[in-house]
């Protein structure tokens, strides 16, 4: 077992290796792990249904916080 993650379909595999017993650590490892890949994300929105509009408007939504924050990253790197 690696600590690497396997593609499955769509779901990804999260493994994490446990050493010297160490469950706590593996546990967070795991959090840390998941939390990455968006699966805590995932399953918020999961939770109830999602009717297309909203969907459609939180992707959008996304899409523009996501341009906004690119274009301030540039902005900083040029020194403005």
Known sequence: MGGGSQV???RALV???????NVDQ?????KKKMQREGVFREMKLRRNFE???EKRAREK???VRRARKL??????????
């Not at 493994?15 to 017993?21: G, S």
């Not at 990253?73 to 020194?79: F, H, N, Q, S, T």
Request: aromatic share 4%; glycine share 6%.
């Open 71 to 80: 274009e301030r990253k540039r902005l900083e790197r040029e020194g403005f």
């Open 61 to 63: 939504a996304e899409a």
């Open 26 to 30: 593996a546990l967070k490892a795991l």
């Open 8 to 10: 499955e379909g769509e």
């Open 51 to 53: 009717k297309p509009s």
């Open 15 to 21: 493994q994490v290796l446990v050493r010297d017993n």
